[in-house]
């Protein structure tokens, strides 16, 4: 049977045999601590881990603020060694969809927050508010060769409703915090615009974004100044349902992309939604029930043909890539399905 053959029943998950399971339930976001163990984010707390995520220890709350409900949250740890967590506060959630106004309720509400530790997450210090408005979610957060600390951040805007994506940068290792120009690409809906980006540094200095969008592929834009401006915006050359992808810089120097391709391996059609004005203005592919990974050893210009991780009829989507060793990834799922799995890169080169 060869890797990314189904198997007997399609009503049952599938894994690639290259894939082994996580030795954790949890789905991170995950960093290395100075000594080697592991830290997991969970709701507003972190855990650690001494045996590779078998056993954990008790949750330990971030920040000193009992209102705060953290959650969908993404982390880096800094070459320094600091902490810095950017989440949505769950105690701010409102949300309302007007089907007939095709508009969202004048109420909604979801804050992003940015909080960091100097002590590998013992306590936490300047939290601040990022975004007061909506935000649907947080996909990925970098620090750049030059130490700035980068996350995209999806804004709800009107007139019509729909969403873009505004990146924000510290220079200070998450102390302070500054904006850049918005980047919307237009669109009607609740799930319409310019959404849910991840963001990597290419080798010339650049960083580069791929956002989700309902067009067939993901959008790209690229900075010059470490993430304060966004002046080249297009569509790119890599096809996707309406999903995020995760892109992640690996110790090897390749880019891994994780993500949900436009079709099913093999088909050229699928079903679409939307077209409506209140999911989405043009019908869109929402395929989800495969996860595929791709790598790249010349910085997203060309891609190892995409290999399907798993199927699940259920749906396989908002995936996270963690290089837990060189070499060794360990790829989840945060909605739909839940998927944990650890593959090895150079099984997935061929």
Not at 205 to 217: A, M, S, Y
Not at 295 to 306: A, I, K, R, V
Not at 342 to 348: I, N, S
Request: glycine fraction near 12%.
């Amino acid at each position: 049977m060869s890797p990314t053959e189904r198997s007997a029943s399609a009503e049952q998950r599938w894994v690639d045999r290259r894939c082994r399971e996580l030795p954790t339930d949890r789905l991170g976001p995950f960093a290395v601590l100075g000594d080697g163990r592991l830290l997991a984010v969970e709701g507003h707390a972190t855990l650690i881990s001494d045996d590779d995520g078998r056993t954990w220890s008790e949750p330990r709350p971030i920040g000193d603020d009992p209102a705060a409900e953290g959650g969908g949250g993404v982390l880096v740890r800094t070459r320094e060694g600091v902490l810095v967590y950017v989440y949505l506060d769950m105690a701010t959630y409102r949300w309302a969809w007007d089907d007939a106004a095709h508009e969202a309720a004048p109420d909604v509400r979801l804050d992003v927050w940015a909080i960091r530790s100097l002590d590998e997450g013992r306590t936490w210090v300047d939290r601040q508010r990022l975004l007061a408005g909506y935000c649907g979610a947080l996909i990925s957060i970098i620090e750049t060769r030059g130490g700035q600390i980068v996350v995209p951040v999806q804004e709800l805007v009107r007139d019509p409703s729909r969403h873009a994506t505004r990146v924000h940068v510290s220079a200070d290792a998450g102390e302070t915090w500054r904006r850049s120009n918005l980047i919307d690409l237009g669109g009607h809906g609740h799930h319409d615009g310019a959404m849910e980006a991840a963001a990597v540094e290419l080798r010339d200095g650049r960083l580069w974004l791929l956002v989700r969008t309902n067009w067939d592929r993901f959008w790209e834009a690229f900075s010059w100044d470490g993430g304060l401006s966004w002046r080249v915006i297009r569509p790119g050359e890599i096809d996707a349902s309406s999903a995020p992808g995760y892109l992640t810089r690996l110790s090897s120097g390749r880019l891994a992309l994780v993500w949900n391709r436009l079709h099913p391996e093999g088909r050229t059609d699928s079903p679409r939604r939307g077209g409506e004005g209140n999911l989405c203005d043009a019908p869109a592919s929402w395929h989800r029930e495969e996860l595929s990974i791709a790598f790249s050893e010349d910085d997203g210009g060309t891609w190892t043909p995409p290999a399907v991780v798993a199927r699940d009829p259920g749906g396989l989507s908002y995936p996270y890539a963690f290089e837990r060793r060189p070499g060794e990834l360990w790829v989840t799922t945060r909605f739909q399905g839940r998927l944990g799995v650890a593959l090895l890169e150079d099984e997935f080169l061929g």
